[in-house]
């Protein structure tokens, strides 16, 4: 691990137009902690951790997420709503006005990579306006020895620049915040947002175009642990549905909790050198290894803070989508490097609001496919706007947002390594039980662990017509029993006391998923179509 108190090496940023800077290069983690409470950009919690409030806006905002449309990505992205195109004269003007912005600031640059495998190792240098974004870098990408800083070459470079509005009538955006991603010159733009997933997210991307199209090898938005006989699992999930939690587990090595990659060793690799976690009501008797990572070091954002400098991980006044954001060896129990072989078991997570899916359910490869193609996940009241009951919410490949490919390339290259690996594939609704969100309640943690370990230990089994009942609605395989979960809890019909509201809701669902995978179906042959829910309502 470098000492970056002693990293002595300068940089000029005049090769990126920003000149007459005041380059901070390479500073520790406790240097620019101090410096973020100097300039009065953050505060000090009880923890030692670092509180900060990353502004207007407190997560992403994939509307306001381009893609630069030239000669390597015009036939390649599958442009829309998600990937949204972005002139590259506008792009350059725009840059120029951001470096300009920068010239004469204190910046602060980083060196790291992303890919824990040294074979898909990217390099990036990332500027930063404010310390605590670069705080941020240090935390979530990987960090280079000294020996690898002496002769860093970056390949990719974020240029993260907070304070700077664009002007949409005349940049082309569509208002004053932007992330653009330009794979020709290899550049993440990012302005008016203090959002730091954005910084992450921008090279998860990048990431996402490069792997599939240049080496082969699928991108996932998922989190990954292996078990003590070398076994990998695979957790995919939208953000809220468990990723970080069920995949931080004190008998199996963390790999990672958000972006790996699966190559065609049928390795697996973590992208980053971190861990990206919701705090909303976190505690230290549900989420141990979460809670006591976050010490000096770590970066919360948006919390509220008592005059003692303890966090309220209840109180959402600002955001539900409190963070933190943490070095992954601050977590005890981890794979060193964070890579992994031999993949037996991928999980699909979903927040089912409407509490009509199984607790945990065994897919068919058709369902695999249709499911990953869904993303399904569900929106509560109170989460956005204008929700005010549940609403499904679909997200292709549990990453929609940054997916620059149609989802059906992923779709097809998943296939074909559960294929050639024999990997099994469950179902697992960590949202609700009972009755939908406002009648029933939250799928109770322990029994979501339980059935995952179930699985991993080999408790639940290979599939077999007498342990499983298959979902009248669904067509899925639900288990008839579970150590350490209640036989009734493993049905949600059973678990609403009423079956006509049960079979309403449910279909309701059904329909969503058939008019959602519209979109799809051209793409998609006959298999993966009858992967979905088979009976209709009326």
């Known amino acids: 691990m470098v000492n970056y108190n002693q990293v002595t090496k300068t940089i000029s940023l005049d090769t990126y137009g920003i000149k007459n800077a005041n380059v901070r290069y390479q500073l520790s983690p406790d240097e620019l902690h ?52 972005f002139d590259p004269g506008k792009f350059d003007a725009l840059y120029n006005k951001v470096v300009d912005y920068l010239s004469g600031k ?30 941020f870098a240090y935390n979530m990408f990987l960090r280079p020895t000294e020996d690898e800083l002496k002769d860093f070459d970056p390949e990719w470079t974020v240029v993260n620049a907070p304070g700077f509005m664009a002007n949409p009538e005349v940049d082309g ?20 947002t203090g959002y730091t997933g954005e910084i992450k997210k921008g090279i998860f991307s990048a990431l996402n175009f490069i792997l599939p199209v240049f080496k082969s090898t699928l991108p996932m938005h998922c989190s990954a642990n292996v078990g003590k006989e070398g076994d990998t699992a695979i957790f995919f999930g939208l953000s809220g549905t468990g990723k ?9 090595s963390l790999i990672g909790d958000d972006e790996h990659g699966w190559t065609n060793e049928n390795s697996v690799f973590n992208f980053e050198g971190g861990c990206y976690a ?14 006591d990572a976050i010490k000096k070091g770590a970066i919360l ?50 927040a089912d609001a409407f509490g009509v899916l199984p607790p945990i359910s065994k897919l068919t490869p058709s369902q695999a496919a249709y499911h990953f193609i869904s993303g399904y996940t569900a929106k509560v009241a109170g989460t956005e706007a204008g929700v005010v009951e549940p609403q499904p919410s679909f997200s292709a490949c549990f990453g929609a947002p940054f997916m620059p490919l149609h989802p059906a390339k992923y779709a097809e290259m998943l296939s074909k390594k559960m294929k050639e690996s024999g990997v099994n594939v469950w179902l697992v609704n960590t949202g609700w039980t009972g009755g939908p969100y406002g009648v029933g309640k939250r799928m109770e943690l322990k029994y979501t662990r339980a059935m995952i370990n179930a699985v991993l230990n080999g408790d639940l089994g290979l599939y077999n017509y007498d342990d499983y009942h298959i979902h009248s609605v669904f067509g899925v395989a639900q288990p008839r ?11 949600p ?41 088979q009976r209709y309502a009326f």
Do not use: M
């Open 481 to 491: 029993a579970c150590p350490g979960v209640p036989t009734r809890v493993l049905s």
């Open 173 to 192: 955006t569509r208002q004053h915040n932007f992330a653009i991603l330009n794979f020709s010159k290899k550049i993440a733009l990012i302005g008016g």
């Open 34 to 85: 101090k410096i973020t409470i100097e300039k009065e950009l953050g505060q000090e919690a009880s923890s030692g951790a670092l509180a900060v409030n990353t502004g207007e806006f407190t997560g992403r905002s994939p509307q306001d997420r381009f893609i630069v449309k030239d000669d390597i990505t015009r036939d390649l992205i599958w442009w829309g709503d998600i990937n949204i195109p």
């Open 493 to 533: 019909r059973a678990t609403w006391n009423d079956d006509e509201g049960y079979y309403t809701t449910a279909f309701k669902l059904t329909n969503a998923f058939r008019e959602n995978f519209k979109k799809f179906e051209s793409y998609c042959n006959e298999e993966i179509r009858r992967g979905g829910p």
């Open 278 to 291: 919701k705090v909303i009501n976190l505690s230290r008797d549900k989420e141990p290894e979460i809670f």
């Open 244 to 252: 970080t939690t069920l995949s931080t587990d004190p008998n199996r």
């Open 106 to 135: 204190e910046v602060f640059v980083r060196d790291s990579y992303a890919c824990a495998d040294k074979d898909y190792r990217l390099n990036i240098r990332v500027i930063n306006e404010y310390p605590w974004s670069n705080q």
């Open 301 to 350: 954002e948006n919390v509220i803070l008592d005059d003692k400098g303890q966090v309220d991980f209840g109180n959402t006044s600002i955001t539900q989508n409190t963070r933190v954001s943490y070095p992954i060896e601050h977590i005890e129990n981890i794979q060193i490097p964070s890579t992994g072989k031999n993949t037996k078991n991928i999980f699909f997570l979903t």
